[in-house]
């Protein structure tokens, strides 16, 4: 067990030692402060002035020395500027071989001053996190708040890394036309597909984006998933390499993923006739489609416990039970039998495997494909989701073979007992179960933590941090055991005074942080404020969506008279929007504005999509439904892409883990707001068709005003 404080002065660059912010300092600093509030001879103002301007000092400290460091930089690519024009008059390539190593000289030197950054910051975010806990105060919220944007504050170098953009681009500029010297002379902002990065751009800029937590389309879509990364991960560390790793078993958990959400919505068009024919009110599909959620609610628990001794499996039974419940679906038509419906559909939500899925993209995926592989399963589900509806378009026909009826309400059952019959033989000759050494066993080697290395080795005299051996530190922000009592006793107090030792908190137990979350009272313990409001705008989004998606048949057949291939192909269209909606969010929004800001504005626009769907005059346009539902399912889908990356961001690294994992807990979330969301529709039935549009929006006006007010109050806990 290795408490923080030492594994921050092992993972110190020695010659930059002093400039470090005094971790240990400030961690008695504060054990002082707690002592004397404890007593009654400080208050908490006095505190939380004299501690402000501790951290203020010591990280103004850091800050003046990234400065200097980035002025010696800037000098030495000036040099190197005229060394280079000079290079041009001449055609000698011994000496672009020195100039373009003299550049990565700069690079790794670059590399350095990124790591001596990230050091920093995750210790001003320990002690910040140490702090409320003693205290119970939310002194993280006013510090940054009153810092982050100040015009004067350090703290901005620290969160906007100021200047180093620059520095990246003349390395990355330079080395790119170096490259090309005898060639094209490739610019990277005019072609910048054409160019070759260097090794050394690649690991700065890897740097650069784990550091401001940037994102590119790619890592937007993965944090989409809520596969959980390590803080700072390390390929050395990986136990997953790719002589174990089988594509072919990845592709058939995407294929599982791609096949459930179609199942989930090929019947959403149809689902209200269905229940006619048998008897039953139109407004009884939402029973129909939210009883597979309902179901969904316990399968997710009892899969993801499954996939900790197995993945193929669990599969194998989703696989059959999905294809028993498809049947019982398509067999309640010539049975006559609603019962038999709902039952078919329950069958179906206990074959819901998605958290198997998540679990082999987290377990048995190599760190390098991870991201890929998390983008696949967002790319499945979307393309799922608007494939289900598409499909039912194309079931418009009425023929019996023998005393079977194949009929639109009774085909997507008989479609998909087809296509999971095939997949079940895909999986059974192609599946391939990895070995039960997941990284969950696997313990960090505190030996080469912060040690550095050279990746290149013509030039082993410049040692840089590596991104493999850089040091593993968990998210050591949200790493917080609420059940720890606000002020130690007084042998802990001692303890941390002489020793350095981090005892008063859990999260210091480094056992602790790599032990998984298999029970729901752990995992609740692990929920901050943030999380759980961040949980409760997942909710509300899922049930905005469902509201739409699920009443879309419905309201439409009351209003405007539609067909069901009219509902299918605007459901269709809907669901189409995902993958472009998160192309633009991801490629262009997210890197423009911060991930809070984006989360504030789409809940807003939620809540307007929702405000302009009520009925209110007298008549009801089409023009007004489309364009309504169209915002909010939009606006919903943006929410969900920057709501899960924050989620992934905040969120415990305990919780990527174990039984109850972060992707657990955000399925179970987003399946309740279905099940409430379609139990709504069913209940305003009774009320009369006229009444179940405004009587559903109602609910989800109060969540989507309720998520909004708890994102201002933990608004400065999403930086």
């Not at 689902?271 to 309902?294: E, K, P």
């Not at 050279?454 to 917080?480: C, M, W, Y």
């Not at 009219?566 to 997210?590: E, M, Q, R, W």
């Not at 969540?703 to 994102?711: D, L, M, Q, R, Y």
Request: proline residues 3%; glycine residues 6%.
């Amino acid at each position: 067990m290795v408490a923080f404080g030492k594994k921050l002065r092992e993972s110190q660059i020695q010659e930059w030692q002093e400039y470090y912010i005094d971790y240990k300092l400030l961690k008695k600093k504060l054990n002082r402060h707690t002592q004397q509030v404890e007593v009654g001879t400080e208050n908490h103002l006095i505190v939380l002035k004299d501690f402000s301007r501790l951290l203020d000092c010591q990280i103004e400290k850091f800050v003046m020395f990234l400065l200097e460091q980035q002025g010696i930089l800037a000098s030495r690519l000036s040099n190197l500027r005229e060394q280079y024009d000079s290079l041009l008059q001449q055609a000698d390539g011994e000496k672009v071989c020195e100039l373009r190593e003299a550049y990565r000289s700069v690079g790794r030197d670059l590399l350095r001053i990124l790591f001596f950054v990230e050091m920093n910051a995750i210790g001003l975010r320990k002690i910040l996190k140490k702090f409320d806990k003693r205290f119970g105060f939310k002194f993280t919220n006013y510090y940054v708040k009153t810092r982050a944007n100040h015009p004067y504050s350090q703290l901005r170098q620290v969160c906007k890394h100021v200047g180093i953009g620059a520095v990246v681009g003349a390395i990355s500029r330079n080395l790119a036309d170096l490259q090309d010297h005898r060639g094209s002379y490739i610019s990277i902002y005019d072609q910048p597909a054409l160019s070759h990065p260097d090794p050394v751009v690649d690991s700065i800029r890897t740097a650069v984006d784990r550091l401001s937590n940037s994102t590119n389309f790619l890592h937007y879509l993965g944090k989409h998933a809520l596969i959980m990364q390590e803080e700072f991960p390390s390929s050395s560390e990986d136990p997953i390499d790719d002589s174990t790793y089988h594509f072919m078993s990845l592709l058939l958990n995407l294929a599982n993923t791609f096949l459930y959400m179609v199942n989930t919505y090929i019947i959403v068009p149809t689902a209200d006739r269905y229940t006619m024919t048998l008897g039953a009110a139109a407004t009884v599909c939402g029973v129909v489609i939210g009883s597979m959620a309902v179901a969904q609610v316990f399968s997710s628990v009892y899969f993801s416990a499954w996939s900790n001794r197995s993945y193929m499996r669990p599969l194998v039974f989703s696989s059959i039970v999905l294809l028993v419940g498809n049947t019982l679906y398509a067999l309640a038509y010539d049975l006559d039998s609603l019962s038999v419906l709902l039952i078919g559909r329950l069958f179906c939500g206990l074959g819901s495997a998605r958290a198997v899925n998540r679990r082999y993209i987290s377990d048995c995926v190599p760190l390098k494909l991870r991201m890929q592989a998390s983008a696949g399963f967002v790319s499945a589900s979307a393309l799922g989701m608007a494939c289900g509806p598409a499909l039912a378009c194309l079931f418009q026909t009425n023929f019996k073979i023998y005393k079977l009826t194949f009929n639109e309400a009774t085909l997507p059952g008989w479609a998909m007992v087809l296509a999971w019959l095939v997949y079940l033989l895909w999986l059974w000759i192609s599946f391939r179960e990895p070995s039960r050494e997941t990284k969950e066993n696997v313990v960090p080697d505190e030996s080469t933590s912060g040690r550095y290395i050279d990746s290149s080795p013509e030039t082993k005299e410049n040692a840089l941090p590596q991104e493999s051996n850089s040091g593993r530190f968990i998210n050591i922000s949200v790493d917080d055991n609420s059940t720890q009592p606000l002020l130690m006793n007084s042998n802990a107090k001692q303890q941390d005074e002489d020793g350095d030792e981090d005892c008063d908190d859990a999260e210091e137990d480094s056992k602790e942080l790599q032990r998984p979350v298999n029970s729901i009272v752990s995992a609740y313990r692990l929920l901050t404020p943030s999380v759980k409001v961040q949980l409760l705008i997942y909710f509300m989004l899922k049930y905005a969506m469902e509201i739409v998606l699920a009443e879309s048949s419905l309201i439409t057949g009351y209003y405007f008279i539609w067909s069901t291939s009219s509902v299918a192909i605007f459901l269709a269209c809907l669901g189409l929007t995902v993958l472009p909606v998160n192309v633009i969010v991801g490629s262009y929004i997210s890197n423009i504005f911060e991930e809070r800001q984006v989360l504030l504005a789409s809940e807003v626009l939620v809540c307007i999509g929702i405000l302009l769907s009520f009925h209110i005059l007298n008549s009801y346009s089409l023009p007004q439904y489309v364009g309504s539902a169209l915002l909010t399912f939009v606006s919903a889908e943006v929410l969900e892409g920057v709501n899960l990356s924050l989620l992934s961001r905040v969120m415990s690294s305990r919780l990527s883990r174990g039984t109850f994992n972060g992707g657990l807990l955000s399925t179970e979330a987003g399946t309740l707001a279905r099940v409430v969301a379609d139990g709504t529709i069913t209940l305003a039935g009774y009320l009369g068709v006229s009444k179940v549009l405004n009587t559903t929006l109602v609910p989800s006006l109060f969540f989507c005003v309720c998520s909004i007010v708890a994102t201002c109050f933990t608004y400065n806990s999403l930086y």
